[in-house]
């Protein structure tokens, strides 16, 4: 499947596997959509020939926007192809899907640079193309990662062991006698020190190699093979995504931020919680000033941080997997080989 639209590519595809759901003589009740934007089809349409960061040098280096922006405009194409003037878009949906391709995408290009990282730390070699720096950490099987897309309204501490899990259900209680609550936020990514128990699972050192539906399944339920095993120190980075930063989504993030640090550091003892915000574009807000808050559990200590690792705005794919690899280098360092 092209990256960019083709006709004829659109043509000969099967009506299940179209970008554009017609649904103008099948309703959704109360709602007036009469075309639905189909999410996996247009990411399995658009990136079906591989990741972006692990694929053609002029993707790999095109504007973050534009790759993530393509798959919208493969369905808008397709879209005018089929239905002509009769086509129209919901700007409210519109967004929506650009949110979540985004997300995917990104989760996409981690997992393919998580599993470079994990075949070198097994001790095989290093992947020459594209050409990134190799890892400057010796191979270790402890310093192996998994990429977990984490869905809507999920509650992260199921990823933690049972005993963690069971420490924060008893603060929670506390707190529920006197009419009290610490609701989780979920962030968008989460990066985890694999478990012993999965340091030889052949799926955490495997390529997607593409955004298929295949490899979305894989993307979707990768957390659930985790839940339950992750040490409170071994939940090491954390990513919300956001295409931009209304002020009306601005402080979510930060409040996710602290909760997640609050109950790791505060809670259970472990080490700096790491969690940055990743967005298409930050201007015209206040998001740096906003973001350099300190972490609350952290203000009245001898060693304040930010809540806020960074604000980061990926340049294009390539960019983003040479990142990873270096907060990887700076991370599991500090994981005992």
């Known amino acids: 499947m092209p990256f960019r639209f083709s006709s004829v590519a659109t043509q000969a595809l099967a009506p299940e596997l179209r970008l554009i759901a017609d649904l103008r003589n099948a309703p959704v009740r109360g709602r007036d959509t009469q075309f639905r934007l189909a999410q996996q089809n247009m990411l399995a349409y658009t990136f079906d020939a591989g990741v972006p960061g692990w694929t053609s040098p002029g993707l790999n280096s095109m504007p973050f926007r534009e790759v993530v922006l393509q798959a919208i405009s493969n369905a808008h194409d397709e879209g005018h192809l089929l239905y002509g003037a009769d086509y129209t878009s919901n700007a409210n949906a519109v967004s929506k899907v650009t949110g979540d391709i985004y997300e995917i995408v990104t989760s996409a290009v981690l997992w393919d640079t998580a599993a470079a990282w994990n075949r070198f730390m097994r001790g095989q070699p290093w992947r020459t193309t594209p050409r990134y720096a190799r890892p400057q950490v010796s191979p270790s099987l402890n310093r192996q990662v998994a ?20 420490k924060i259900r008893k603060f929670r209680n506390r707190l529920a006698k006197s009419n009290l609550a610490m609701p989780t936020s979920t962030p968008d990514i989460a990066i985890v020190i694999l478990p012993t128990s999965e340091q030889a699972n052949p799926v955490w050192a495997t390529d997607l190699g593409d955004i298929s539906l295949a490899s979305q399944r894989i993307l979707d339920n990768a957390h659930r093979t985790l839940e339950g095993k992750i040490e409170p120190g071994e939940l090491v980075l954390a990513m919300a995504l956001k295409t931009s930063l209304r002020s009306d989504r601005l402080y979510q993030p930060l409040y996710e931020a602290n909760v997640m640090e609050f109950l790791l550091e505060g809670h259970l003892g472990a080490p700096r919680v790491e969690f940055e915000v990743h967005t298409l574009t930050a201007e015209g807000t206040g998001a740096v000033v906003t973001y350099s808050a300190a972490a609350l559990s952290s203000a009245g200590s001898k060693d304040p941080h930010r809540a806020i690792r960074e604000l980061y705005v990926p340049a294009n794919a390539g960019q983003v997997v040479q990142r990873f690899i270096g907060f990887l280098n700076e991370r599991t360092a500090l994981v005992a080989p």
């Open 147 to 166: 990429v977990l897309n984490l869905p809507r309204r999920y509650d992260w501490v199921k990823l933690l062991t049972p005993k963690a899990q069971k």
